[in-house]
Every structure is written in structure tokens, then in C-alpha cells.
């Protein structure tokens, strides 16, 4: 084996990576440097660099310019094109004067412009006598489109990948067919080679991983050297970061194919703003918990009053759950909640190397078995309920006056619920929970806890008659039940009431886990639904993607991808974004959100911030108001001790596992959470053995999704 291919694989990719992509966290370290050292006795290293650079091409070397000799030019119209070689016609470089558009005050002028095949790009000057200094401008060709247009005569579009786009005018038909054929040769030519460089890449990081794979398990130089398995792991998160990179330009370039229709309407097209809008609002029934017979047995209920609330209590209590949860039996959870931050030590350094050997780009992570320092102490159904650590907030949404104002305050406790219940960045894993295991708690809200946020608007809230004091002792109950429904894949639900409020909330979802290269992905695959009982609305929701970076290095975990919140029934809608840092600058844990009126189109809200930090919401009355995510107050949950709780209850099962991660002793933990699992195989063998199916305890299936078996919808309590 070669291991100087590996080292120019790894020096192509970073060349080619640096010119071509901006977002990647495979740049930590690179052992390339470090075999090199090892192996530089190893023979015949020039001949396989050699090699290596008639396979990639010396990245430093620009192909040579075709420079035409005289008569080789011919004109067409105002534009000359140099043929060169004629086995080259897709090479063939541009150049003439064509009308440009500037803008609305200055319109048309003529500019100079000279396409460069070699480059892939198109550069105009202010006049051919300025043609060999720096260009006023250019756009890059690869990936790019090119568009007639009717607004004016000869007209044409070029739209760069980047959104970027030249809008000119030819002097004749000729001319323009001449300048829009070579344009699309020569972006088609550039499209290509990126991705034959793709291919290659490929190629390359399949010998590279054979021949490491290739290696004695022992000796000097073994296939689990650790220079060689992190050798291996970054080849693989270069070969992913390049395909994201030309997945980006492909759907770039699809949106410019799109919007060209779009642009050819008006001068004033591209001005246009480019917040994503959001997903339609339908009427068509919920596929989790959509039922359609419950508002005229609800709807028409007048709210709980605050002097009824003891009754309220009782009732809620009996009506919550077969399985009843004596309330006198709980008590406020002490537990400490703090996770420290995952430093690698370098013995864990090397299980990370070897899992990492034996994983493949785009792998499902769900059935590998990873290491048990990486987990949290808490199981993934009990960090569904830490969503919940703000129920003043939550309990608030229906008291909103205005349909606007109940879905404001619904954007409010949704960005502010993920630093409590992703604990912040830390970069942790939570138990995976085994078959049939559920988490049961519940929240006593004080009731002069649950305000208005901000002041409203409206008049009725203006005239409405100030609230009593509230008596101390009186308090909402907010209950909570969660419940593991699959293995594999594995598909969790919780839900979430309050019946002095009328309000629930039901949400079913499935864990998509994926090796990236040098980070893991999840997908949260699934949706919630938020019902307000008082007002007739459901309020349809889906969640994040989570991202554990540099998982090499220091971990860390950050949140990503766009998500809606929408109402059909009063027609609001909020598209949030959760933005993943870019490669070069930019901050960490950005999110942005927009709360849109969609029959009038009008922006009733934004906010941007930091998911576990401080956020910035501006009201369309012009009000602003800033909220600290990580200083908000949390009321702690309500738990049974472990002696009264279920055996498939979550802090029962896992209490070993548990204990012996907060005494240090990764070993226990390790064999208590095999015993866990191997339970759980023995008991899925003896119902295959029976054909017995499992059957939930507190959801049943509806559609597509999961529903509590008693909600609150469904109930006259």
C-alpha cells in the first residue's frame, strides 16, 4: 500500500474543499502530515506522487489559455470569438460589447464582457481598452443557467448558483444565440468536471479505505493506528462535505431555474425578500390527533374560573389516566440536572477511532451500540418532559385575546424551550429508551404565574377588569406522560394537559440518527399538535434537527434546519430556522422566526437570538422585548420516588446505569445498560415466539401517528 495516495487524497480534498465549499468541521487535524513522517522511507514515493498527480492534476497548475493565431478570430455582430484548437469547441473564448442593466436610474449601458472558458467565468469591463485590469464584475459559471427574456429585444438572463444574475441585451438575434450557446457550453462544461472530480474522489477514498482496512492488525503500522483510523474518518468527512457542497449548487441552481419566470416579470423582481415563506396552513384533517366530532362538545364550555380551581384539580386528576397517579405521592424533583461538558480523554479518544472505522458515511446509527461515557444521565423521554421546564409560559398561550396573540406567545415558549431540555450544547446522548418504557410527572403552576407576557393591543384587553390577587395555594396542574412505542425504528410520544386551561398538547416522534463523516446527525421525524379547547384551535408543529460536531476534538451539539408552526383554523403561521454555524466566522446557535398573517401576508412578529441565549422579539405595534433563555426561572417537575414507580418507569430502570455514571465508574454503567439491553432482546424473542404484538400502554395508533388513548379532546371532564 501506498499511504502517499492517502496523504495527496487528503491535500486534494482540503485544495479542493478551500476553493469550492464554505461550512465543514473535518479541518481540526490532519494526520496526513504525521504518516508522511512515518513513512518516508517507504520506496518509490516520487513515482506515487507522480502518479497521484497525473490521477488528480497538480492543484496549483491552471490549464493552459488556447491563444488564437491570426485569422482565427471571427466576429459575430459585436462579439469576437477566439476558436483555438477545433477539437475544442465547448472552449471557445467570448468576448464583445453587450448592453447591461444597471439600475432603474442609470437603465442600460454597454459594458464590456469577456467570457473565459478556462475560469468558468464572466467578467465585464467598462470598455475593451480597460479589459486587462481587475473587471468591474463576474459571475461564475458552474452551475449556472441562462434565460431569454421578452421585455425588451435580444434580451437574456444569466443566473449564477450564488443568485447573483446579469440581465443583457445583444445587438441582434445572432449575436445573443452566439453569447447564450457558449454560456450554457461552458457552465455545462464546468457542472461536469466538478462532477468528474466527485468521482474521482470517490474512487480515491474507496482504495484509501481498502487499503488501510488491507493492513495486519498488528505490527509498526496496523490497520487501528490511530493516525491511520483518523486518517480514515476525515477522508470520509472531506468526500461528505464535497457532496454537500455540490448538493447546494444543484439546488441552487434548480431555485434560479425556478425564479427565472419569476425575474422575467419585472426590473424590480430581484429586490424581492427572500425570507422562506412558510408551510401553507391547510384544512385537511391532522394526521395526529385529528378528530372532528369534539368542538361542538367543548368549544361552547365556558372558561374555568380561578375560584372553581380546587374543583378543577380534583377532576383533572380523575380523569387523566387509567393508571392513576396519586398526587400526594409526588414531590419536586431534586435530582441535579447538570451535565458536564464531553472532554475526549485519549483512552476514549481511541474507542471513538475504532467505532469510527467501522462506520460508513450516511450510516443508520440506531442499532450501533456506542460508548456509555457519552451519555447523559437522564433517559430521551425524560428530556421530552425538560421541554416543559417553562409551564407558566406554556399555560400563558391560552390566555392570549387575539388569535395573533396566542400564536406569539406559542413562538415565545417554543424557542425558549430548548435550552432546558438540550441541556444547553452540551454534547451528551440521553438513555435510549427500551420498549414499553414511560416517564410520568407533572408541574404545580402558581396561577399569578401564568401572565401576559407583554401588554396587548386590543381593547378588549384594554378594558378587561384587573385580576383579582391570586390566592398562593392556587395552582394549575400540568401532567405529563410519555411512553417508548417502537424499537425499531425507534418512535417515542408524549403528551401534555392541563384541564383547568383546556389546553393539550400530543406529539409523536422518530429518531433519525446518521454517521456524517466527523459529526452525527438526528433527524426528529414526526409531529406535535397543540390543542386550545377554549378557542377551537390546533396549532400543528414539527422540531429541529440536532447535530453533534467535532466529535473528534471537543464535542459539542448544536441545533439546525426550519421548522413551521401553523393554524389552519385562524390562518397564522411561523416559519423558525435554526441555523448551523458556517465554516468561516459566524455565530453558533442562531435562530430566526417570522409570524405571518398568510391570508394578508402581513409579519406580525420576528425574532432572532440564540436558542440557549438571549432572544429578540419585535412586534408588528413596533414593541420590542428581549428574553434570556438561559435566566429564565424553571419550575421544577413532579415526580414519584422509585419505590412507588413503575418497573418500566424511566429513573427506575435506569437507576444502576445512572448511579454508577454519577460515581464515575464507567464499567458499572457499561454492564448495567447491557443488562438492560439484553432484557429487552430476551422479551422480543419470546413474543416473536408467541406472534404476541406489542401493545402500548397509554397511545394507539391513528394514521400515520400516535394519540394519547385518552385525550383531552376526547372527554367531557
Known sequence: MSLTIAFSFNISMFLFLNSQCAYSDVYSYNPGVKIMERISSVSHTRTNMRNVREDWGDPTRRPEQSHSGPGTAARVGGASVSR????????????????????????????????DPDLGQLQYFINEQSKNQKPRGSLPLIGSSVASSDEFPFMFTVYASNGELFRLRACDMREQQVWMTQLQLSARRHSD?????????????????????????????????????????????????????????????????????????????????????????SEDPLKNGGVTDWTSSTSNK?????????????????CFSTEAVDPSEESTDTEDNEEEDLGVL???????????????????????????????????????????????????????????????????????????????????????????????CSWDVPRDRVRPLRTTASSSARHAPSPAPAD????????????????????????????????????????KSKFLGMSV????????????????????????CAYARSILTVPWVELGGKVSICCAKSGYSAAVTFHTKPFYGGKVHRVTAEVKHNSTSTIVCKAQGEW?????FTYSSGETKVIDASKLPVIRKRIRPLEKQGQYESRRLWRHVTAALRAGDIDAATEHKRELEDRQRSEEKKRTSSSAPWRPKHFIKEGEGWVYHNPLWKTNC
Open 612 to 616: 440557549n441565549g438571549t432572544l429578540e
Open 302 to 318: 365556558p372558561p374555568s374560573s380561578p375560584t372553581h380551581g380546587n374543583k378543577e384539580l380534583k377532576r383533572s386528576q380523575q
Open 346 to 440: 485519549d483512552e476514549q479518544r481511541s474507542i471513538i477511532l475504532h467505532l469510527l472505522s467501522q462506520l460508513k458515511l450516511g450510516m443508520d446509527l440506531t442499532r450501533v451500540v456506542l460508548p456509555t461515557f457519552i451519555l447523559e444521565k437522564r433517559s430521551l423521554l425524560e428530556m421530552y418532559a425538560n421541554f416543559m421546564a417553562h409551564p407558566d409560559m406554556f399555560l400563558a398561550i391560552t390566555a392570549g385575546v387575539t388569535a395573533e396573540e396566542r400564536i406569539v406567545r406559542f413562538v415565545e415558549y417554543y424557542l425558549t424551550a430548548f435550552h432546558e431540555g438540550r441541556k444547553g450544547a452540551v454534547a451528551k446522548k440521553p438513555y435510549n429508551p427500551i420498549l414499553g418504557e414511560s416517564f410520568l
Open 521 to 544: 446527525g438526528v433527524t426528529m421525524v414526526g409531529e406535535g399538535v397543540l390543542h386550545l379547547l377554549e378557542h377551537d384551535e390546533r396549532y400543528v408543529f414539527t422540531l429541529p
Open 84 to 115: 483555438g484548437n477545433p477539437s475544442q469547441t465547448q472552449k471557445r473564448r467570448l468576448e464583445g460589447v453587450l448592453k447591461k442593466y444597471t439600475n432603474l436610474l442609470q437603465g442600460w449601458q454597454n459594458r464590456y464582457f469577456v467570457l
Open 193 to 281: 468536471s466538478s462532477a468528474k472530480v466527485m468521482s474521482q474522489a470517490e474512487g480515491q477514498q474507496k482504495n484509501l479505505q481498502q487499503s488501510i482496512e488491507s493492513l495486519p492488525g498488528g505490527g509498526p503500522l496496523s490497520s487501528l493506528d490511530p493516525d491511520l483510523l483518523l486518517l480514515k474518518a476525515t477522508s470520509v468527512a472531506a468526500l461528505s462535505c464535497l457532496g454537500e457542497c455540490l448538493s447546494i449548487l444543484q439546488h441552487r441552481v434548480s431555485q434560479a431555474a425556478r425564479s427565472i419566470s419569476t425575474h422575467t416579470q419585472g426590473l424590480d423582481a430581484e429586490n424581492m425578500a427572500g425570507w422562506p415563506g412558510p408551510t401553507p396552513a
Open 472 to 511: 398562593p395555594d392556587d395552582r394549575y396542574r400540568l401532567r405529563f406522560v410519555a411512553e417508548q412505542l417502537s424499537h425499531h425504528p425507534p418512535v417515542s410520544a408524549f403528551y401534555c394537559e392541563c384541564r383547568e386551561r383546556r389546553m393539550c398538547v400530543n406529539t409523536h416522534v422518530w429518531t
